[in-house]
C-alpha cells in the first residue's frame, strides 16, 4: 500500500476515533466457519503483508485478478454460502458472492494480567530499524568486520522479551517484513510456514519440566485461560505471538491471504492498551462495513482474517499489545496425510533462513540436495505444462532452463572427474543459493531423457547420487507422433528452437517420416513381428519377443544408432513405444521414485490439470496448492497429416505396446488397472 494512501488512511481513523466511533455490540457467534474463509469476503481486495501481492496502486486502479469479475453481490445474508454452493472458487469464475452475518465474534473475556506482568519491561521502548540487505546476515552467517573487532552488544534486560538482541539469543528471531518496517515489535511463540507443514514452537513457549520459574513455564501458564476460553487444545495452535503497535501507527485496510488463512481461526487478545478509545480495530465484509472492536484487554475475538481490517493505534507514546493466535479444527491433522505436519521445538538462539512462504532451520542447510525432480519425458506430452504448474507453487524455484539436457547434449566430456561434472550439471539450477533452504525443491523438463536411457541413466546415477524425483508423462502414441512432426517441421520459432529441431523431416509427409522410423526399428531387429509390405503383426510372434534378451539387445541397438544428439528430428514412433523406455528406468531405480500419468487426464472431465497437479506435488512431497494459471503451454494449432489408411495401421502397431505399458505400470508400480488396462483404446 502506497505511503500516502496509508496516511490518509490514519488521518481518516483518528477523524473517527475523535468523532466517537462507537463499538459494535459483543456477541458471541461461535466459531467463525471455515468455508466462510475459501476467498475473501470483498472482491478487488487490497491486500499486504500476510497475504498475496495484488494490492490497490498508487493511482486507486486495482490489480487483484478478480477485478473485472462479474459478481453479484448482495448487501447481506441470512446464510453465507459454502464454497460447494457458491460454485468454484476459481475467482475467474462467475459466481455470486454473498457476505457472511458477522465477521467477529467475541468469544470471552479473560484475565491478562500474568500476561501483562511478563511483558511490561520495554514495552514502549521504540524497534530497532529493520536491517539493511548489507547489514543482515545471510543464511545464518556472522556478517563480515573487515578485520576489525566487532562493536561490543550493548546489554540488556533478561526479562525484557521486547528486547531484539535477548529474542535473539534466548529465543529465536523471526522475521515478519512489512511488519518489521512498520516498526511493529513482537515477542513470538508459535509459528508455521504458510502451508502449516511444520509448526515450531519458540523456546519462550516451552515449559521446563524442572523450573516453574522459567520464561517457558510463565507464558505457556499465562496463556492458558485464553485457550481454555476458546476450548481448544494446546496442539491445536499452529501461530502465536504478541503484537506491539507503535504510536501513531496505522495498518491499512487488508485481507489476509495464504494457504494458511483457510485452515485457521484468527484470534486477537488485547494485553496492553493504555486507553482503549485511542485504539480503532475495524473489521467488515467490505471497507464501507468495518464494525468498530472493543479493544478492552482481555477481550477474546475471532476475527474472520478473510474479510477487511485495519487498525489504528491513536496513543501519543504508549504502545498497543494484542496477543494474536491462529488454530486448526481438532481433525484437519487427521485429514492431512500428505506431507504429515511436523512440530519441532526450538533451541534457544537457534537461527532460522525464511522466504516469504517457508520456513527452515539454519542446522538443516544443505539437507536437501538439488534437483528435487526431473520430468523425464515424454516428448509432445504435456511436460512443458506440468513444469509450469510446479512452478507456481511458492516452494519451487525454476532452473535456469526449462530443459537442461545437462546429461544428454550438454554433458561435458572433457571434465575428468565425478565432482567436476557433478559442479557442472548443478550449474543449470541454482543449487548453492538453495542449500539454506531444505524446503524448496528444484527441477527440470527434458523430455529427451526418457528414450535416451543409455546415455543418461549412468550419468545421472553419477551426478544425482541422491536419486531425484521422476515423473513421465504419456499421450495416445499417435497424436504424440504427429504433434511431434508438426513441432518440428515448423516455420515458428526461435533460432535456437529451430536449430534444436534439425532439418531432417522439413521436405519429407508425415507417413514417410513414421516409414523410416518402422524401417529403422525392423533392420535394428527390434520388430521381427511386424510386416513392412502388409503393415500388419503377427501376435505369436510379438507374444514371444517381448521381454526377451533379444529385444533388450535390439532396443539398444536402435538406441545407440538412431538417437542423434544434435537433432530433434527423430524416432517418432518409437518415443511412444512407452513400455520399453520405461523399463529401463524401473530395472535402474527405485520404483518409489517414479510418477507415470497421461497427457489426457489433463483435459478428462473428472480429472483435470489441478488434478495431474495434486498427484505430482503428493509424489514431490509438497504441499498441495491451487495454481493460479491453468494455461495450456507449447500448444499448437496445425494441420492434422493423419490419413485414415495411415490411422488404422498405425492403431493397429500400437494397441499390444499400449496393453504392454499398462501392464507394466500395474504390475510394477501397482497402478489401477481401470486406468491402465488399455489407455488409449
Known amino acids: ?218 507464558l505457556h501458564l499465562a496463556i492458558q485461560p485464553i485457550l481454555q476460553t476458546l476450548q481448544i487444545r494446546q496442539e491445536q495452535v499452529v501461530r502465536c505471538l504478541l503484537a506491539g503497535l507503535p504510536p501513531g501507527v496505522t495498518i ?147 532452473p535456469k532452463r526449462r530443459e537442461t539436457h545437462c546429461l544428454d547434449w550438454r554433458w561435458d566430456e572433457t571434465l575428468k572427474s565425478t565432482e567436476e561434472r557433478r559442479k557442472h550439471c548443478l550449474l543449470f539450477y541454482y543449487a548453492a543459493s538453495m542449500k539454506p533452504y531444505p524446503s524448496l525443491q528444484t527441477g527440470d523438463s527434458t523430455p529427451s531423457y526418457l528414450l535416451d536411457y543409455y546415455r543418461v541413466i549412468p550419468r545421472l546415477k553419477e551426478v544425482f547420487e541422491h536419486e531425484p524425483r521422476m515423473i513421465i508423462l504419456t499421450r495416445d502414441p499417435i497424436r504424440r507422433a504427429v504433434s511431434h512432426y508438426a513441432m518440428v517441421t515448423s516455420s515458428d520459432g526461435t533460432k535456437e528452437q529451430m536449430a534444436a529441431r534439425g532439418v531432417e523431416w522439413r521436405e519429407k509427409s508425415f507417413e514417410t517420416v513414421i516409414d523410416d522410423d518402422i524401417k529403422n526399428m525392423k533392420e535394428d531387429g527390434l520388430l521381427p513381428y511386424w510386416d513392412l509390405e502388409t503393415k500388419t503383426m503377427d501376435r505369436e510372434i510379438f507374444d514371444k519377443f517381448v521381454d526377451s534378451p533379444e529385444e533388450d539387445v535390439a532396443w539398444e541397438r536402435y538406441i545407440r544408432t538412431r538417437v542423434p544428439l544434435n537433432t530433434g528430428s527423430y524416432s517418432p514412433l518409437a518415443r511412444g513405444m512407452y513400455a520399453l523406455q520405461c523399463r529401463q528406468w524401473f530395472r535402474s531405480f527405485s520404483k518409489d521414485k517414479f510418477l507415470v500419468m497421461k497427457l489426457e487426464d489433463m483435459s478428462d472431465e473428472d480429472k483435470g490439470e489441478q488434478w495431474v497437479l495434486d498427484r505430482a506435488l503428493e509424489h514431490l512431497d509438497l504441499p498441495k496448492f491451487e495454481i493460479p494459471n491453468l494455461e495450456k503451454k507449447n500448444a499448437r494449432i496445425y494441420d492434422d497429416p493423419l490419413e485414415q489408411n495411415v490411422c488404422a495401421w498405425l492403431e493397429n502397431f500400437f494397441a499390444p505396446h499400449n496393453k504392454r505399458f499398462g501392464k507394466l505400470l500395474t504390475s510394477e508400480l501397482g497402478y489401477e488397472e481401470d486406468d491402465w488396462s488399455n489407455p488409449w483404446s
Open 1 to 218: 500500500t502506497p505511503p500516502e494512501e496509508i496516511a490518509k488512511q490514519h488521518k481518516d481513523a483518528v477523524a473517527l476515533m475523535d468523532a466517537g466511533m462507537e463499538c459494535a455490540t459483543r456477541i458471541n457467534h461461535g466459531e467463525v466457519p471455515l468455508y466462510w474463509k475459501e476467498r475473501p469476503t470483498c472482491p478487488n481486495p487490497v491486500v499486504t503483508e500476510g497475504g498475496t501481492d495484488d494490492k490497490t496502486n498508487a493511482n486507486g486502479a486495482n490489480n487483484s485478478p478478480l477485478n473485472g469479475t462479474r459478481n453479484n453481490i448482495a448487501t447481506s445474508s441470512s446464510n453465507a454460502s459454502s464454497p460447494a454452493e457458491n460454485g468454484s472458487s476459481d475467482p475467474s469464475v462467475e459466481v455470486n458472492v454473498t457476505y457472511p452475518d458477522w465477521c467477529i465474534s467475541s468469544r470471552g473475556q479473560v484475565d491478562v494480567s500474568p500476561i501483562v506482568a511478563l511483558i511490561s519491561e520495554g514495552v514502549d521502548d521504540p524497534a530497532p530499524p529493520p536491517p539493511s540487505p548489507a547489514s543482515k546476515p545471510r543464511n545464518g552467517t556472522k556478517p563480515k568486520t573487515n578485520g576489525k573487532s566487532p562493536t561490543r552488544p550493548p546489554s540488556f534486560s533478561p526479562t525484557n522479551l521486547w528486547n531484539e538482541q535477548n529474542a535473539t539469543q534466548n529465543n529465536v528471531r523471526i522475521t515478519r517484513p512489512s511488519h518489521d518496517a512498520w516498526g511493529i515489535k513482537k515477542i513470538i511463540l508459535v509459528f508455521s510456514d504458510d502451508f502449516l507443514h511444520t509448526i515450531y514452537t519458540l523456546p519462550w513457549y516451552q515449559p521446563s519440566p524442572t523450573d516453574p520459574d522459567s520464561i517457558g513455564s510463565k
Open 252 to 398: 491499512p485496510i487488508h485481507h489476509d491471504t495464504g494457504e494458511w488463512v483457510k485452515h485457521t481461526h484468527r484470534v486477537h487478545v488485547p494485553i496492553i492498551v493504555p486507553d482503549p478509545s485511542k485504539v480503532l480495530f475495524r473489521c467488515g465484509p467490505t471497507e464501507q462495513s468495518m464494525e468498530r472492536i472493543d479493544c478492552t484487554p482481555g477481550h477474546v475475538f475471532e476475527m474472520n482474517n478473510q474479510a477487511k481490517h485495519a487498525v489504528t493505534n491513536g496513543h501519543e507514546k504508549e504502545f498497543r499489545v494484542h496477543l494474536i493466535l491462529d488454530y486448526v479444527n481438532e481433525e484437519f491433522f487427521e485429514k492431512r496425510k500428505k506431507p504429515v505436519t511436523t512440530r519441532v521445538n526450538l533451541s534457544p538462539g537457534e537461527v532460522l533462513t525464511q522466504t516469504r512462504r517457508s520456513i527452515d532451520r539454519a542446522i538443516e542447510a544443505g539437507t536437501r540436495p538439488q534437483p528435487s525432480f526431473l520430468i523425464l519425458g515424454a516428448q509432445k506430452s504435456g511436460t512443458t505444462s506440468l513444469y509450469e504448474y510446479l512452478n507456481q507453487h511458492p516452494w519451487v524455484i525454476r
